[in-house]
């Protein structure tokens, strides 16, 4: 009784709010707290909140986990991240437990092996708290295609957390982790982290390894942090990229991270920024973050890159095209849900029929549509090469200036069903999928407060290898 | 451009969905309207812009090869139907 008197004590006095990676290091190292009287301070935020918010959709056993991270501060081993809370999300496999995609295709599949970034931060010993609620199979914006059911904001519950990756930034925006993973495949990372007041980070593709993150859209897809400051993203970043043997993608070593993180030249893309469609105080947000920045000495020009209004249409009919070809492995004879019908096409059909939420199904039909004889060229192929071109205009541009920034979001986080038609859910990625469609890094950082209360965003995005860049002005955005 | 009701059924056996009929409604309005977005990219002059695809050996070398059944067992276990270390599948002829 007096011992867990105590421990509770201790757990009360841990500052989550205003945690980071580093204070919650020196605390570790120094004993101010252990490794379970900082995990048990997380745990109860979500006892508290989770069954109400629905960040997590399943808490792992954490025993092992607390004992080896403490282990390793008392044999003076730990790192950086060693007793770090992550909440991980659903489609990143950790060998032994199930990873679902929150799809009711793969609801009870258990991860035979574990994803590359997992073996990473393993070797870091971190704390795996959770497996976070995303949208079904990674496709939506806003968390609420999970079948098991919506996260929703912890600032506001009758609103969104954006997505698909709601459920990690849900979990650390209610202090149920420090930090999380998640997957950006056209914002998936970004605009969470924006409605949810967080930094998000999407790096450069190529640069984190894919192995083991179930697949959406391949030349779109990757794996990245949401924290609560830019350096907590940068330390998970630097603890997760590289090349690996496992992902033909990634890039070799000498390239990953390899620009300079100097910033002096900010580049505006203004006939985007002011387009129909963006709410009034974002556009005044992201003035007023411009001034301050000029203020500071950095030099603010006003970029021409044409095409990047054409990028959400690009990915509307490349990201369908892959998941279409990606989720037909989900067969109900190898893994995953299995429905009988009468002879083998009917048991694909019926298996994947009701495995597929109505989102997933809407996307690979258009896929199928899109990658069909007779219309393959006037889409598929022309979307490649549109491409190609935007890909072009941001190479040009980066010759000229060191970042391009917008704000993330086009309008604060939204109300449960306010969008039921598909085009306007996806409007709301507007700003974030260029970056994909590129493959350049772009990271979220908040700043500012709409009149409704939620939080605004502003987004840097940098040349390929440049996320030193996002990290440098990002901490300076951060301070404004 | 819109899509009939007869070519979303099609697209519907092509990707090995079942789509009832209240469905094919349903999705023929979405897809059109995601179309009618889309054809956006028909307008852009892309010239003569070549789409480069990075080709590259990436095959490792065939050494160290995993023991023969080393995962087996676990693989087999997310089979729904399996026999004899095989994965049962519906008569297909």
């Known amino acids: 009784m007096g011992l867990s008197r105590l421990i ?31 995990v048990d301070a997380y745990l109860e935020n979500i006892k508290e909140k989770n069954e109400d918010i629905n960040a997590y959709i399943e808490l792992f056993d954490l025993d092992d986990q607390i004992n080896e991270a403490q282990a390793r501060f008392e044999a003076g081993t730990a790192t950086e991240l060693t007793g770090i809370p992550f909440a991980m999300k659903d489609n990143i496999l950790i060998k032994g437990q199930i990873a679902s995609a929150a799809s009711g295709i793969l609801k009870n599949y258990t991860a035979v092996y574990d994803s590359t970034v997992i073996k990473m931060l393993k070797k870091e010993a971190v704390i795996f708290i959770g497996r976070a609620n995303m949208d079904d199979a990674a496709m939506g914006s806003s968390t609420e295609t999970s079948v098991y059911g919506p996260t929703k904001n912890p600032l506001d519950p009758t609103r969104v957390p954006g997505g698909s990756s709601g459920g990690s930034a849900a979990a650390v925006a209610m202090n149920g982790a420090l930090v999380a993973l998640g997957s950006d495949t056209g914002g998936s990372i970004r605009q969470p982290a924006g409605y949810c007041a967080l930094v998000g980070l999407k790096p450069t593709y190529g640069t984190v390894s894919r192995y083991g993150l179930i697949a959406m859209a391949s030349s779109l897809d990757v794996i990245g942090p949401l924290t609560k400051t830019v350096e907590d993203a940068k330390i ?15 890039m070799p070593e000498d390239k990953i991270s390899s620009i300079s993180s100097e910033v002096k030249k900010i580049g505006v893309p203004r006939s985007f920024v002011d387009m129909d469609g963006v709410d009034p105080e974002v556009k005044s947000n992201f003035e007023k973050t411009l001034k301050s920045l000029e203020e500071k000495g950095y030099e603010i020009v006003d970029i021409s890159v044409p095409l990047i209004e054409y990028s959400l249409a690009v990915y509307y009919i490349l990201m369908p095209a892959e998941a279409s070809t990606n989720l037909s492995r989900y067969d109900g004879i190898r893994f995953g849900l299995s429905v009988q019908g009468e002879g083998v096409d009917d048991s694909y059909k019926k298996t994947r029929g009701q495995g597929f939420g109505k ?26 090469k549109v491409r190609a071109k935007i890909t072009e205009e941001f190479k040009k541009v980066f010759e000229d200036v060191d970042v391009i920034l917008t704000p993330t979001t086009p309008a604060p986080a939204f109300k449960f069903g306010e969008k039921s038609d598909p085009i306007s859910m996806y409007l709301s990625d507007i700003f974030t999928v260029p970056a994909n469609i590129a493959g350049v890094p772009a990271i979220s950082i908040p700043k500012g407060v709409h009149s409704n209360g939620m939080p605004l965003d502003i987004q840097i995005t940098a040349s390929h290898f440049a996320e030193e860049k996002l990290f440098s002005l990002g901490k300076e955005i951060e301070t404004l | 451009m819109s899509i009939s009701n007869d070519e979303v059924k099609k697209l519907g056996d092509l990707s090995r969905i079942s789509v009832t009929d209240d469905q094919v409604e349903e999705f023929k309005g979405d897809l059109d309207a995601i179309l009618a977005y889309v054809d956006q ?14 080709i590259k050996n990436v095959v490792r070398e065939d050494e160290n090869p995993s023991q023969p059944g080393e995962f087996t067992k676990d693989i087999l276990k997310e089979a729904p139907d399996t026999q004899d270390g095989f994965i049962k599948v519906n008569k297909i002829l």
Not at chain 1, 18 to 25: E, G, L, S, W, Y
Not at chain 1, 359 to 369: H, S
């Open chain 1, 8 to 38: 509770r004590f201790s757990n009360m006095s841990i500052d989550l709010k205003n945690m980071t990676i580093k204070k919650a290091h020196t605390a570790l190292s120094a004993g101010d707290f252990s490794v379970r009287g900082l």
């Open chain 1, 236 to 250: 998970v970043y630097d603890a997760i990229k590289g090349n690996d043997p496992m992902d033909s993608t990634t």
């Open chain 1, 359 to 384: 989102e997933v199904q809407r996307r690979i039909l258009l896929g199928t549509y899109v990658l069909s004889h007779g219309y393959y060229d006037a889409y598929y192929n022309k979307a490649q």
């Open chain 2, 41 to 54: 990219i028909q307008s852009v002059d892309v010239g003569d812009v070549e789409v480069e695809y990075l």
